[in-house]
Protein backbone atom coordinates (compact mmCIF):
# COMPACT_ATOMS: atom_id res chain seq x y z
CA UNK A 1 0.00 0.00 0.00
CA UNK A 2 0.74 3.43 -0.52
CA UNK A 3 -1.07 4.77 2.09
CA UNK A 4 -2.67 3.77 5.29
CA UNK A 5 -5.41 6.12 6.53
CA UNK A 6 -5.56 5.53 10.51
CA UNK A 7 -8.60 6.49 11.94
CA UNK A 8 -9.44 6.00 16.14
CA UNK A 9 -12.80 5.85 16.85
CA UNK A 10 -14.76 5.81 20.10
CA UNK A 11 -18.73 5.22 19.37
CA UNK A 12 -18.67 6.90 16.04
CA UNK A 13 -20.74 4.86 14.15
CA UNK A 14 -22.56 7.41 12.47
CA UNK A 15 -19.87 9.11 10.73
CA UNK A 16 -18.32 5.49 9.33
CA UNK A 17 -19.94 5.75 6.02
CA UNK A 18 -19.64 8.95 5.09
CA UNK A 19 -15.96 8.79 6.14
CA UNK A 20 -15.26 5.86 4.10
CA UNK A 21 -17.00 7.47 0.80
CA UNK A 22 -15.30 10.56 1.04
CA UNK A 23 -12.11 8.54 1.85
CA UNK A 24 -12.83 6.54 -1.55
CA UNK A 25 -13.48 9.56 -3.42
CA UNK A 26 -10.05 11.53 -2.91
CA UNK A 27 -8.08 8.13 -2.24
CA UNK A 28 -7.49 7.60 -6.58
CA UNK A 29 -4.86 6.59 -8.59
CA UNK A 30 -3.39 9.84 -8.67
CA UNK A 31 -3.20 9.74 -5.04
CA UNK A 32 -1.91 6.45 -4.40
CA UNK A 33 -0.89 4.52 -7.51
CA UNK A 34 0.25 1.62 -5.43
CA UNK A 35 -2.85 1.38 -3.34
CA UNK A 36 -4.65 2.42 -0.18
CA UNK A 37 -6.21 1.67 3.12
CA UNK A 38 -8.24 2.56 5.78
CA UNK A 39 -7.47 1.34 9.51
CA UNK A 40 -10.10 1.76 11.89
CA UNK A 41 -8.45 1.52 15.53
CA UNK A 42 -11.93 1.37 17.23
CA UNK A 43 -12.53 1.35 21.68
CA UNK A 44 -16.17 1.85 21.30
CA UNK A 45 -18.63 0.64 23.90
CA UNK A 46 -21.58 0.83 21.51
CA UNK A 47 -22.10 -1.32 17.93
CA UNK A 48 -19.40 1.03 16.06
CA UNK A 49 -17.27 -2.09 15.11
CA UNK A 50 -20.58 -3.57 13.16
CA UNK A 51 -20.74 -0.38 11.69
CA UNK A 52 -17.48 -0.49 10.28
CA UNK A 53 -18.08 -3.98 9.14
CA UNK A 54 -20.86 -3.66 7.02
CA UNK A 55 -19.17 -0.11 5.69
CA UNK A 56 -16.30 -2.68 4.87
CA UNK A 57 -17.98 -5.03 3.00
CA UNK A 58 -19.55 -2.47 0.87
CA UNK A 59 -16.43 -0.69 0.61
CA UNK A 60 -14.45 -0.12 -3.05
CA UNK A 61 -11.67 0.89 -0.64
CA UNK A 62 -9.83 -1.52 1.43
CA UNK A 63 -10.91 -1.23 5.07
CA UNK A 64 -9.41 -3.02 8.19
CA UNK A 65 -10.54 -3.21 11.43
CA UNK A 66 -9.35 -3.20 15.27
CA UNK A 67 -11.16 -3.19 18.30
CA UNK A 68 -9.72 -2.93 20.96
CA UNK A 69 -11.39 -4.77 24.00
CA UNK A 70 -9.07 -3.18 26.63
CA UNK A 71 -7.92 0.11 24.98
CA UNK A 72 -4.35 1.43 26.37
CA UNK A 73 -3.40 4.15 25.95
CA UNK A 74 -6.31 6.25 25.11
CA UNK A 75 -6.79 7.76 21.72
CA UNK A 76 -3.11 7.59 21.33
CA UNK A 77 -2.84 4.06 22.20
CA UNK A 78 -4.70 3.20 19.51
CA UNK A 79 -2.82 5.77 16.84
CA UNK A 80 0.14 4.28 17.98
CA UNK A 81 -1.73 0.56 17.14
CA UNK A 82 -2.58 1.76 14.11
CA UNK A 83 0.80 2.44 13.16
CA UNK A 84 2.65 -0.65 13.80
CA UNK A 85 -0.48 -2.52 11.92
CA UNK A 86 -0.43 -0.17 8.85
CA UNK A 87 0.59 -1.21 5.64
CA UNK A 88 1.15 2.06 3.97
CA UNK A 89 4.29 3.82 3.26
CA UNK A 90 2.49 7.15 4.33
CA UNK A 91 0.15 6.53 7.35
CA UNK A 92 -2.78 9.44 7.23
CA UNK A 93 -3.90 9.95 10.89
CA UNK A 94 -7.16 11.59 11.48
CA UNK A 95 -9.95 11.95 13.25
CA UNK A 96 -13.51 9.76 12.59
CA UNK A 97 -15.79 12.77 13.12
CA UNK A 98 -15.18 14.34 9.55
CA UNK A 99 -13.52 17.63 11.46
CA UNK A 100 -10.51 16.69 9.65
CA UNK A 101 -11.71 16.93 6.30
CA UNK A 102 -11.10 13.77 4.15
CA UNK A 103 -10.81 16.16 0.85
CA UNK A 104 -7.28 17.09 2.45
CA UNK A 105 -5.63 14.15 2.64
CA UNK A 106 -4.07 14.54 -1.16
CA UNK A 107 -2.51 17.98 -0.30
CA UNK A 108 -1.65 16.77 2.70
CA UNK A 109 0.04 13.38 0.68
CA UNK A 110 1.57 15.70 -1.65
CA UNK A 111 3.25 18.00 0.66
CA UNK A 112 4.80 14.59 2.06
CA UNK A 113 6.06 13.54 -0.87
CA UNK A 114 7.43 17.34 -2.50
CA UNK A 115 9.42 17.64 0.41
CA UNK A 116 10.21 14.45 1.76
CA UNK A 117 9.32 15.36 5.62
CA UNK A 118 8.64 12.52 7.81
CA UNK A 119 6.03 14.70 9.30
CA UNK A 120 3.11 16.77 7.58
CA UNK A 121 1.04 18.75 10.10
CA UNK A 122 -2.42 19.95 9.43
CA UNK A 123 -2.73 23.19 10.85
CA UNK A 124 -5.32 25.28 12.00
CA UNK A 125 -3.06 27.95 12.96
CA UNK A 126 -0.81 28.72 10.47
CA UNK A 127 -1.29 30.61 6.57
CA UNK A 128 -5.17 30.50 5.76
CA UNK A 129 -6.10 28.10 8.09
CA UNK A 130 -9.28 28.36 10.55
CA UNK A 131 -10.42 26.49 13.85
CA UNK A 132 -13.96 27.80 13.50
CA UNK A 133 -14.97 24.07 13.93
CA UNK A 134 -14.20 24.11 17.56
CA UNK A 135 -17.40 24.58 19.91
CA UNK A 136 -17.32 27.98 20.88
CA UNK A 137 -14.50 30.60 21.80
CA UNK A 138 -14.07 28.95 24.83
CA UNK A 139 -12.79 25.93 23.25
CA UNK A 140 -10.73 27.99 21.10
CA UNK A 141 -8.67 30.06 23.45
CA UNK A 142 -8.01 26.76 25.26
CA UNK A 143 -6.59 25.10 21.94
CA UNK A 144 -4.36 27.91 21.18
CA UNK A 145 -3.63 28.04 25.35
CA UNK A 146 -2.44 24.65 25.44
CA UNK A 147 -0.57 24.64 22.20
CA UNK A 148 1.29 27.90 22.94
CA UNK A 149 2.74 26.00 26.23
CA UNK A 150 3.30 22.67 24.35
CA UNK A 151 5.82 25.14 22.74
CA UNK A 152 7.21 27.05 25.51
CA UNK A 153 8.52 23.34 26.83
CA UNK A 154 9.33 22.06 23.52
CA UNK A 155 11.10 25.04 21.89
CA UNK A 156 13.74 23.22 19.71
CA UNK A 157 11.37 20.91 18.38
CA UNK A 158 8.23 22.13 17.94
CA UNK A 159 10.15 25.48 16.43
CA UNK A 160 8.47 25.13 12.90
CA UNK A 161 4.97 23.45 14.28
CA UNK A 162 1.82 26.45 14.68
CA UNK A 163 -0.53 23.43 15.62
CA UNK A 164 0.73 20.76 18.17
CA UNK A 165 -2.63 19.79 19.43
CA UNK A 166 -3.92 19.02 16.19
CA UNK A 167 -4.98 15.34 15.57
CA UNK A 168 -4.14 15.44 11.34
CA UNK A 169 -0.95 14.64 9.96
CA UNK A 170 0.79 12.30 7.82
CA UNK A 171 3.88 10.64 9.11
CA UNK A 172 7.08 7.59 7.37
CA UNK A 173 6.24 5.14 10.07
CA UNK A 174 9.41 4.07 9.04
CA UNK A 175 10.95 7.38 10.63
CA UNK A 176 9.48 6.37 13.86
CA UNK A 177 10.77 5.31 16.88
CA UNK A 178 7.24 3.48 17.87
CA UNK A 179 9.31 1.81 20.74
CA UNK A 180 9.85 4.96 22.35
CA UNK A 181 6.37 6.65 22.41
CA UNK A 182 4.81 6.61 25.95
CA UNK A 183 0.97 7.49 24.79
CA UNK A 184 -1.37 8.54 27.00
CA UNK A 185 -4.38 11.04 26.88
CA UNK A 186 -5.21 12.27 23.32
CA UNK A 187 -2.61 14.15 21.80
CA UNK A 188 -0.22 11.84 20.06
CA UNK A 189 1.36 14.48 17.76
CA UNK A 190 2.94 16.04 20.26
CA UNK A 191 3.97 12.67 21.77
CA UNK A 192 5.79 12.19 18.70
CA UNK A 193 7.33 15.09 17.84
CA UNK A 194 8.76 15.15 21.58
CA UNK A 195 10.32 11.67 21.50
CA UNK A 196 11.97 12.39 19.01
CA UNK A 197 13.65 14.50 15.99
CA UNK A 198 11.80 14.54 12.94
CA UNK A 199 12.12 16.67 10.34
CA UNK A 200 8.64 18.50 10.08
CA UNK A 201 5.89 21.05 7.73
CA UNK A 202 2.68 22.43 7.65
CA UNK A 203 0.10 22.17 5.70
CA UNK A 204 -3.22 25.11 6.42
CA UNK A 205 -6.32 23.62 6.64
CA UNK A 206 -10.49 24.81 8.40
CA UNK A 207 -11.31 22.58 10.83
CA UNK A 208 -14.59 21.46 10.16
CA UNK A 209 -18.17 21.21 12.07
CA UNK A 210 -18.94 17.80 13.14
CA UNK A 211 -20.53 15.32 11.09
CA UNK A 212 -22.29 13.79 14.26
CA UNK A 213 -22.24 12.82 17.59
CA UNK A 214 -21.11 14.81 20.21
CA UNK A 215 -17.76 15.85 20.93
CA UNK A 216 -15.29 13.62 23.37
CA UNK A 217 -13.36 16.58 24.88
CA UNK A 218 -13.76 16.68 29.08
CA UNK A 219 -11.81 18.68 31.54
CA UNK A 220 -10.94 15.24 32.60
CA UNK A 221 -8.88 14.91 29.28
CA UNK A 222 -7.59 18.38 29.88
CA UNK A 223 -5.60 17.02 33.30
CA UNK A 224 -4.42 14.56 31.04
CA UNK A 225 -3.01 16.39 28.73
CA UNK A 226 -1.34 18.60 31.65
CA UNK A 227 0.01 15.43 32.77
CA UNK A 228 0.84 14.24 29.31
CA UNK A 229 3.18 17.57 28.86
CA UNK A 230 4.44 17.75 32.19
CA UNK A 231 5.82 14.41 31.50
CA UNK A 232 7.29 14.50 28.48
CA UNK A 233 9.42 17.88 29.35
CA UNK A 234 9.76 17.93 32.87
CA UNK A 235 13.67 18.29 32.50
CA UNK A 236 13.01 21.43 31.77
CA UNK A 237 10.31 22.06 34.00
CA UNK A 238 11.97 21.18 36.71
CA UNK A 239 14.87 23.10 36.93
CA UNK A 240 12.67 26.21 36.33
CA UNK A 241 10.70 25.46 38.96
CA UNK A 242 13.48 24.73 41.11
CA UNK A 243 15.30 28.17 40.52
CA UNK A 244 11.57 30.05 40.88
CA UNK A 245 11.05 28.36 44.10
CA UNK A 246 14.71 29.32 45.32
CA UNK A 247 14.30 32.84 44.11
CA UNK A 248 10.72 33.21 46.13
CA UNK A 249 12.85 32.41 49.26
CA UNK A 250 15.01 34.60 48.37
CA UNK A 251 12.71 37.29 47.84
CA UNK A 252 10.89 36.37 50.82
CA UNK A 253 13.67 36.68 52.78
CA UNK A 254 15.13 39.83 51.42
CA UNK A 255 11.88 41.22 51.99
CA UNK A 256 11.56 40.41 55.84
CA UNK A 257 14.90 41.08 56.47
CA UNK A 258 14.41 44.67 55.02
CA UNK A 259 11.13 45.16 57.45
CA UNK A 260 12.92 43.44 60.29
CA UNK A 261 15.25 47.02 59.76
CA UNK A 262 12.51 49.16 59.64
CA UNK A 263 11.94 49.77 55.45
CA UNK A 264 8.58 50.32 54.31
CA UNK A 265 7.02 47.15 52.88
CA UNK A 266 6.74 49.05 49.52
CA UNK A 267 10.06 49.93 49.16
CA UNK A 268 11.16 46.63 50.67
CA UNK A 269 9.20 44.78 47.77
CA UNK A 270 10.80 47.00 44.95
CA UNK A 271 14.81 45.61 46.21
CA UNK A 272 13.63 42.02 46.43
CA UNK A 273 11.86 41.69 43.51
CA UNK A 274 15.04 43.50 41.24
CA UNK A 275 17.44 41.12 43.32
CA UNK A 276 15.38 37.69 42.56
CA UNK A 277 14.72 39.07 38.95
CA UNK A 278 18.24 39.30 38.44
CA UNK A 279 19.72 36.13 40.07
CA UNK A 280 16.76 33.69 38.83
CA UNK A 281 18.01 35.39 35.39
CA UNK A 282 21.91 34.41 36.14
CA UNK A 283 20.89 30.74 37.19
CA UNK A 284 18.15 29.69 34.27
CA UNK A 285 20.69 31.07 31.51
CA UNK A 286 23.33 27.88 32.92
CA UNK A 287 20.43 25.11 34.29
CA UNK A 288 17.57 25.79 31.73
CA UNK A 289 18.22 27.30 29.06
CA UNK A 290 21.59 26.28 28.37
CA UNK A 291 20.83 24.91 24.75
CA UNK A 292 19.04 27.74 23.78
CA UNK A 293 21.81 30.24 24.38
CA UNK A 294 22.36 30.77 20.45
CA UNK A 295 18.43 31.60 19.16
CA UNK A 296 18.00 35.22 17.98
CA UNK A 297 19.11 36.91 21.39
CA UNK A 298 22.30 37.66 22.54
CA UNK A 299 23.11 37.71 26.02
CA UNK A 300 22.48 41.38 26.84
CA UNK A 301 19.17 41.18 24.67
CA UNK A 302 17.98 38.35 26.27
CA UNK A 303 19.09 39.91 29.81
CA UNK A 304 17.43 43.08 29.03
CA UNK A 305 14.13 41.34 27.80
CA UNK A 306 13.53 38.96 30.67
CA UNK A 307 14.11 42.21 32.82
CA UNK A 308 11.84 44.20 31.14
CA UNK A 309 9.15 41.87 31.00
CA UNK A 310 9.60 40.59 34.88
CA UNK A 311 10.24 43.94 35.82
CA UNK A 312 6.82 45.40 34.58
CA UNK A 313 5.67 41.63 35.87
CA UNK A 314 6.58 42.77 39.61
CA UNK A 315 5.33 46.40 39.07
CA UNK A 316 1.87 44.85 38.62
CA UNK A 317 2.30 42.30 41.42
CA UNK A 318 3.24 44.77 43.40
CA UNK A 319 0.30 47.09 42.53
CA UNK A 320 -1.82 44.28 43.23
CA UNK A 321 -0.14 43.55 46.74
CA UNK A 322 -0.13 47.03 48.17
CA UNK A 323 -4.21 46.80 47.31
CA UNK A 324 -4.50 43.66 48.85
CA UNK A 325 -2.29 44.45 52.31
CA UNK A 326 -3.97 48.03 52.48
CA UNK A 327 -7.56 46.88 51.76
CA UNK A 328 -8.07 42.85 52.76
CA UNK A 329 -4.92 41.38 54.46
CA UNK A 330 -2.03 42.88 56.45
CA UNK A 331 0.99 40.18 55.79
CA UNK A 332 2.83 41.23 52.56
CA UNK A 333 4.58 37.77 52.60
CA UNK A 334 1.73 35.56 52.21
CA UNK A 335 0.21 38.12 49.75
CA UNK A 336 3.44 38.24 47.73
CA UNK A 337 3.94 34.19 48.11
CA UNK A 338 0.83 33.91 46.51
CA UNK A 339 1.45 36.09 43.83
CA UNK A 340 4.80 34.66 43.00
CA UNK A 341 3.25 31.27 42.52
CA UNK A 342 0.57 32.60 40.28
CA UNK A 343 2.87 34.43 38.01
CA UNK A 344 5.35 31.58 37.55
CA UNK A 345 3.65 29.63 34.68
CA UNK A 346 3.55 33.20 32.53
CA UNK A 347 7.31 34.04 33.35
CA UNK A 348 7.83 30.58 32.14
CA UNK A 349 5.87 30.73 28.60
CA UNK A 350 7.79 34.17 27.94
CA UNK A 351 11.36 32.93 29.11
CA UNK A 352 10.76 29.83 26.42
CA UNK A 353 8.94 31.65 23.54
CA UNK A 354 10.55 35.69 23.63
CA UNK A 355 13.96 35.51 25.60
CA UNK A 356 15.16 31.65 24.49
CA UNK A 357 13.26 32.01 21.00
CA UNK A 358 15.43 29.24 18.74
CA UNK A 359 16.93 31.21 15.65
CA UNK A 360 14.24 30.57 12.90
CA UNK A 361 10.49 31.63 12.68
CA UNK A 362 9.41 29.63 15.45
CA UNK A 363 6.11 29.64 14.79
CA UNK A 364 6.04 27.43 11.54
CA UNK A 365 4.51 29.90 9.97
CA UNK A 366 7.19 29.87 7.40
CA UNK A 367 6.43 26.31 6.58
CA UNK A 368 2.76 27.06 4.99
CA UNK A 369 1.78 27.12 1.33
CA UNK A 370 -0.65 29.52 -0.18
CA UNK A 371 -4.05 30.04 -1.23
CA UNK A 372 -4.35 26.83 -2.92
CA UNK A 373 -3.84 24.76 0.35
CA UNK A 374 -7.46 26.18 2.15
CA UNK A 375 -10.10 23.42 2.74
CA UNK A 376 -12.29 23.81 -0.69
CA UNK A 377 -12.31 20.29 -2.85
CA UNK A 378 -13.25 22.71 -6.16
CA UNK A 379 -9.55 24.02 -5.77
CA UNK A 380 -7.97 21.13 -5.49
CA UNK A 381 -9.67 18.07 -6.61
CA UNK A 382 -8.81 17.87 -10.58
CA UNK A 383 -11.19 17.14 -13.60
CA UNK A 384 -11.26 13.43 -12.81
CA UNK A 385 -11.96 13.69 -9.07
Not at 114 to 131: C, F, I, K, M, P
Request: proline letters at 6%; zero cysteines.
Amino acid sequence: MDVTVVVPTFNEGPNVAELVRRLGDVLDDDVAPGGGEVLFVDDSTDDTPAVIAAVAAASALPVRLIHRERPDGGLSGAVVEGLRAATGQHVVVMDGDLQHPPEMVPVLLTRAHESGADVVVASRYTGRGDAGGLDGRWRRLVSQVSGLLARSMFPVKLREVSDPMTGFFVVRPTAVDLGSLRPRGFKILLEILARQRLSVVEEPFVFGERFAGRSKATVANGVRYVQQLTLLRFGRLSPFAVIGAAGAVLNLAILAGLQGLGVHYLPAVVVANGLTIVTNFLLQEHYVFPDLRDGVHGFWGRFVRSFAFNGSEAVARTVVLWWIVENALWHPEIVQALLILVAFVVRFVFQAQVVYRPAGDGTGRGSAVGPQSVTDPSRRRGPGA
